[in-house]
């Protein structure tokens, strides 16, 4: 008899718990369903791991509830939030959390029940009949079956203050439980009916049975939402017809706005190379990963199309991850237009009860195709053969908070255990990846050229420095920009601007002595916000009004400097006057839907000129437009960061990669001033081969990766003293280090301060991962001995950023 289990719990402690099971739930829980436990004076949600009978020897509590009558992690998903716990020195409790996204499950709240001493009282009572008063009424109800406060207030008005006095006769008991969400409760909007074909017993009320006639002579299913103008009462009649499990009501699949549909295109010859020898893979079910490297516009994604549709053949399922940003309706809608009701789409932005709908809609093997962004890989899809991670050196796939790990190369663990194939697609892949292709780890599979002999943009290099001392202006646009803007704008062509910082001008400095003005918490520069009026921290949010005064010199010179997108904006609408411009960045896109609106818009050309950040370099097929100019080329060289050099080069070739990706040809202005630098010269060329032989020499003359597996410690303390101290004890105790290995710190963090924590870092290179590995839980061990707090030690496994 199963009379124990073991918990993993999302709390910073690297164990199991192990827990009692009451009789009533001792054949129940199953290993990978969740269960409610009491830890401490909370009650927390955890995924049970083990069911067993070894008394573990000591008191231990009972299991509250059991959540999932099934199990929601598959022994396949835990042991992949193993690996993860293990690689990432991750708790595995909070890694199992962030595989499963049923946040909307569990709702809290109280339940009540009567006592021993309740019971009798409640015979005595039910002696008077006749009386009807509050107190009464909720000892009947509570004679019946246990019920929540919630239910009971609605019932009886004054439930609230009947239940403390019968708490406190002893009478009732409360427990504080975690409730699952009642699907009923959903707005009718977003729910679907159908008729089942249950006969109805007995005479149903008016409003059901209209609508039991109309759901007749409208076959089909119907959003509910709709119905509520067509039949009277019906979102009310159609939840009890619901219970009478008459109809059923199911969560409405997500909206998608209606896409430019792709028709299957007729592959070209490399596409067809490079198919060919995915479809083999996929057939052999034997683990394999290939590198897609094909420039902009080169058609991988009719690549990916056909590769899913192999898999399926095999009756296998896929998984297709997608950058955050990326991941749009339009992008959702091309793949139900190919695959129909198969995909399901999982996506950070949908609401928790969304994410939920579709992920339980995925477990019961109602979708063989699942597009998804980086939490995407843990998606319960069941004979996984293919996973395909789209732009593959995209920055959204690492997941910067705990468990900090790589969603590409978490697909690649997954697809190894599940003998399943992984395409990395990308025009600019990650020099980590490529040099797996280079060494044979991955297969490389090349797309040249563009669809359809469509030339690669004419890219110009324009020296800014070269442009001042010509016209003696700090201009933001160089007048080749501004002329080649004037061409398109009277041919009717569309152009993108980039930008890389947001806000109207990107900081507010002094004249008279070059301070910068800094946010109180993390020590980095503020930005101005023209629209709030105000300075913004973009790391945490803190805001301030722009001083009078210098805030080190108390001087009156107080500076706008640099060019953010409003700005950029301001200067475009002032040199057009008759422009549509449109603007898309962080400050003008808080939803999803923005988002979209703006690039729709753009797309039927309802803009002439879209502006904007990063945002506008990813993945966007917009064929009408034609030039694409970059204000500053150089901005993110300047980072502290071994990958600058990489981030500069990705950045620009995509952007660029905008350009005349329809029948026109693309030209493309980089504004530079650093046009000698080898990623900006090389990003013009596009000349991705160039840049990775360099890049490579520099990474393995530093070895940086992927010369040595690195990981970034980082210790956090409220006072700077201590911070400083338990990174040099840390450091000491690290010290020496094996032979291969270098550590490199104690050192301020380039963001040394930041949400009011002081923060040092110890970098870590290594030539052996396992190692690290045991360098790192090494770390973790002193962290406990030393009762350092749960959140002073971030360990960072492959970091991706090092600020
Ligand atoms: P990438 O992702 O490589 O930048 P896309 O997959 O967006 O490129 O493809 C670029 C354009 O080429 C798209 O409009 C796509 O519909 C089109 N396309 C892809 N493959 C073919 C093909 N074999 N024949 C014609 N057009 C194609
Ligand atoms: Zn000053
Ligand atoms: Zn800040």
Same mark, same amino acid.
């Given at each position: 008899?199963?009379?124990?289990?073991?918990?993993?719990?999302?709390?910073?402690?690297?164990?199991?718990?192990?827990?009692?099971?009451?009789?009533?739930?001792?054949?129940?829980?199953?290993?990978?369903?969740?269960?409610?436990?009491?830890?401490?004076?909370?009650?927390?949600?955890?995924?049970?791991?083990?069911?067993?009978?070894?008394?573990?020897?000591?008191?231990?509590?009972?299991?509250?509830?059991?959540?999932?009558?099934?199990?929601?992690?598959?022994?396949?998903?835990?042991?992949?939030?193993?690996?993860? +716990?293990?690689?990432?020195?991750?708790?595995?409790?909070?890694?199992?959390?962030?595989?499963?996204?049923?946040?909307?499950?569990?709702?809290?709240?109280?339940?009540?029940?009567?006592?021993?001493?309740?019971?009798?009282?409640?015979?005595?009572?039910?002696?008077?009949?006749?009386?009807?008063?509050?107190?009464?009424?909720? =000892?009947?109800?509570?004679?019946?079956?246990?019920?929540?406060?919630?239910?009971?207030?609605?019932?009886?008005?004054?439930?609230?203050?009947?239940?403390?006095?019968?708490?406190?006769?002893?009478?009732?008991?409360?427990?504080?439980?975690?409730?699952?969400?009642?699907?009923?409760?959903?707005?009718?909007?977003?729910?679907?009916?159908?008729?089942?074909?249950?006969?109805?017993?007995?005479?149903?009320?008016?409003?059901?049975?209209?609508?039991?006639?109309?759901?007749?002579?409208?076959?089909?299913?119907?959003?509910?939402?709709?119905?509520?103008?067509?039949?009277?009462?019906?979102?009310?009649?159609?939840?009890?017809?619901?219970?009478?499990?008459?109809?059923?009501?199911?969560?409405?699949?997500?909206?998608?706005?209606?896409?430019?549909?792709?028709?299957?295109?007729?592959?070209?010859?490399?596409?067809?190379?490079?198919?060919?020898?995915?479809?083999?893979?996929?057939?052999?079910?034997?683990?394999?990963?290939?590198?897609?490297?094909?420039?902009?516009?080169?058609?991988?994604?009719?690549?990916?199309?056909?590769?899913?549709?192999?898999?399926?053949?095999? +009756?296998?399922?896929?998984?297709?991850?997608?950058?955050?940003?990326?991941?749009?309706?339009?992008?959702?809608?091309?793949?139900?237009?190919?695959?129909?009701?198969?995909?399901?789409?999982?996506? +950070?932005?949908?609401?928790?009860?969304?994410?939920?709908?579709?992920?339980?809609?995925?477990?019961?093997?109602?979708?063989?195709?699942?597009?998804?962004?980086?939490?995407?890989?843990?998606?319960?899809?069941?004979?996984?053969?293919?996973?395909?991670?789209?732009?593959?050196?995209?920055?959204?796939?690492?997941?910067?908070?705990?468990?900090?790990?790589?969603?590409?190369?978490?697909?690649?663990?997954?697809?190894?255990?599940?003998?399943?194939?992984?395409?990395?697609?990308?025009?600019?892949?990650?020099?980590?990846?490529?040099?797996?292709?280079?060494?044979?780890?991955?297969?490389?599979?090349?797309?040249?050229?563009?669809?359809?002999?469509?030339?690669?943009?004419?890219?110009?290099?324009?020296?800014?420095?070269?442009?001042?001392?010509?016209?003696?202006?700090?201009?933001?646009?160089?007048?080749?920009?501004?002329?080649?803007?004037?061409?398109?704008?009277?041919?009717?062509?569309?152009?993108?601007?980039?930008?890389?910082?947001?806000?109207?001008?990107?900081?507010?400095?002094?004249?008279?002595?070059?301070?910068?003005?800094?946010?109180?918490?993390?020590?980095?520069?503020?930005?101005?916000?023209?629209?709030?009026?105000?300075?913004?921290?973009?790391?945490?949010?803190?805001?301030?009004?722009?001083?009078?005064?210098?805030?080190?010199?108390?001087?009156?010179?107080?500076?706008?400097?640099?060019?953010? +997108?409003?700005?950029?904006?301001?200067?475009?609408?002032?040199?057009?006057?008759?422009?549509?411009?449109?603007?898309?960045?962080?400050?003008?896109?808080?939803?999803?839907?923005?988002?979209?609106?703006?690039?729709?818009?753009?797309?039927?050309?309802?803009?002439?000129?879209?502006?904007?950040?990063?945002?506008?370099?990813?993945?966007?097929?917009?064929?009408?437009?034609?030039?694409?100019?970059?204000?500053?080329?150089?901005?993110?060289?300047?980072?502290?960061?071994?990958?600058?050099?990489?981030?500069?080069?990705?950045?620009?070739?995509?952007?660029?990669?905008?350009?005349?990706?329809?029948?026109?040809?693309?030209?493309?202005? =980089?504004?530079?001033?650093?046009?000698?630098?080898?990623?900006?010269?090389?990003?013009?060329?596009?000349?991705?081969?160039?840049?990775?032989?360099?890049?490579?020499?520099?990474?393995?003359?530093?070895?940086?990766?992927?010369?040595?597996?690195?990981?970034?410690?980082?210790?956090?303390?409220?006072?700077?003293?201590?911070?400083?101290?338990?990174?040099?004890?840390?450091?000491?105790?690290?010290?020496?280090?094996?032979?291969? =290995?270098?550590?490199?710190?104690?050192?301020?963090?380039?963001?040394?301060?930041?949400?009011?924590?002081?923060?040092?870092?110890?970098?870590?290179?290594?030539?052996?991962?396992?190692?690290?590995?045991?360098?790192?839980?090494?770390?973790?061990?002193?962290?406990?001995?030393?009762?350092?707090?749960?959140?002073?030690?971030?360990?960072?496994?492959?970091?991706?950023?090092?600020?």
């Amino acid at each position: 008899m199963p009379r124990f289990c073991d918990v993993s719990l999302p709390v910073p402690l690297d164990q199991t718990f192990t827990y009692s099971l009451p009789l009533t739930l001792q054949h129940r829980v199953k290993a990978g369903a969740r269960v409610v436990a009491p830890f401490g004076p909370r009650k927390l949600t955890g995924v049970a791991l083990r069911v067993h009978d070894e008394d573990p020897g000591m008191a231990v509590k009972d299991v509250f509830r059991l959540i999932d009558i099934e199990p929601v992690l598959s022994d396949e998903l835990i042991a992949l939030g193993r690996w993860i +716990s293990g690689y990432y020195c991750a708790p595995l409790g909070e890694v199992l959390r962030s595989m499963l996204p049923l946040a909307a499950d569990i709702r809290s709240g109280k339940i009540y029940t009567l006592t021993d001493a309740g019971r009798d009282a409640s015979k005595q009572l039910s002696i008077d009949a006749a009386n009807d008063d509050a107190l009464n009424q909720v =000892m009947q109800m509570l004679a019946a079956r246990s019920l929540s406060a919630a239910h009971l207030k609605k019932k009886v008005p004054l439930a609230d203050r009947v239940l403390k006095s019968l708490e406190r006769k002893g009478w009732i008991a409360v427990e504080h439980v975690q409730q699952d969400r009642d699907p009923l409760r959903a707005p009718s909007a977003k729910l679907r009916i159908a008729p089942t074909t249950a006969e109805p017993q007995g005479k149903l009320p008016k409003a059901e049975r209209e609508l039991l006639a109309y759901l007749a002579l409208h076959p089909g299913t119907h959003n509910l939402g709709d119905l509520e103008e067509l039949v009277h009462n019906a979102s009310t009649a159609a939840r009890s017809l619901a219970r009478r499990q008459l109809v059923t009501l199911t969560p409405e699949p997500l909206a998608i706005r209606s896409a430019p549909i792709r028709a299957p295109h007729e592959l070209n010859a490399a596409q067809r190379n490079a198919f060919d020898l995915i479809g083999a893979g996929i057939e052999s079910r034997k683990f394999c990963t290939f590198l897609l490297h094909g420039v902009t516009g080169s058609g991988k994604t009719e690549v990916y199309l056909n590769a899913i549709d192999a898999a399926l053949a095999c +009756s296998r399922s896929a998984l297709l991850l997608v950058p955050e940003i990326a991941l749009t309706p339009a992008v959702a809608g091309q793949f139900y237009a190919r695959f129909g009701d198969r995909v399901a789409i999982l996506h +950070s932005a949908f609401s928790d009860s969304e994410r939920a709908d579709q992920w339980r809609r995925i477990r019961a093997g109602g979708a063989s195709v699942v597009v998804g962004t980086r939490s995407g890989v843990f998606a319960p899809v069941r004979t996984l053969g293919l996973i395909v991670v789209d732009e593959e050196h995209d920055a959204s796939y690492k997941q910067e908070e705990t468990p900090r790990y790589n969603g590409r190369d978490v697909a690649i663990v997954r697809a190894q255990s599940a003998g399943a194939c992984v395409v990395l697609g990308s025009a600019t892949p990650s020099l980590e990846s490529r040099f797996n292709a280079s060494s044979g780890k991955y297969t490389l599979l090349e797309l040249p050229d563009r669809i359809a002999e469509r030339p690669m943009p004419v890219v110009h290099l324009v020296d800014m420095r070269q442009e001042f001392l010509e016209t003696r202006k700090h201009a933001i646009f160089s007048r080749v920009l501004i002329e080649s803007i004037r061409e398109r704008l009277s041919n009717n062509e569309q152009a993108m601007v980039l930008l890389n910082r947001r806000g109207f001008s990107s900081f507010v400095a002094c004249r008279s002595c070059g301070a910068r003005v800094e946010c109180i918490n993390c020590a980095l520069t503020l930005t101005w916000h023209r629209r709030d009026r105000r300075l913004l921290c973009h790391y945490c949010g803190y805001a301030e009004k722009v001083p009078q005064v210098c805030p080190k010199c108390q001087s009156e010179h107080i500076h706008f400097m640099g060019a953010g +997108s409003e700005r950029v904006e301001d200067e475009l609408h002032a040199e057009f006057p008759e422009a549509k411009i449109a603007r898309l960045d962080r400050d003008t896109v808080t939803g999803k839907r923005q988002f979209e609106d703006i690039l729709n818009n753009f797309r039927e050309r309802n803009f002439d000129i879209l502006v904007g950040t990063q945002m506008i370099a990813k993945g966007h097929d917009i064929p009408n437009v034609t030039l694409v100019g970059v204000v500053s080329a150089d901005v993110g060289l300047g980072m502290p960061d071994f990958r600058a050099a990489e981030r500069t080069f990705q950045l620009l070739t995509q952007v660029a990669g905008r350009a005349g990706r329809g029948h026109l040809p693309g030209v493309v202005y =980089m504004q530079t001033i650093n046009p000698d630098h080898y990623a900006v010269q090389l990003a013009g060329r596009q000349d991705y081969q160039a840049f990775f032989d360099k890049e490579l020499q520099f990474r393995r003359f530093m070895r940086y990766p992927p010369f040595s597996a690195m990981a970034n410690v980082l210790v956090r303390a409220a006072k700077q003293e201590d911070a400083l101290r338990m990174s040099t004890e840390l450091g000491h105790h690290l010290t020496p280090a094996p032979e291969n =290995m270098k550590i490199m710190g104690p050192a301020e963090a380039p963001v040394p301060r930041l949400k009011a924590e002081f923060r040092y870092q110890l970098l870590i290179k290594s030539g052996s991962r396992k190692e690290l590995n045991a360098l790192l839980k090494r770390a973790q061990e002193f962290a406990r001995a030393q009762k350092w707090s749960a959140t002073a030690l971030v360990i960072d496994v492959d970091p991706f950023t090092l600020m």
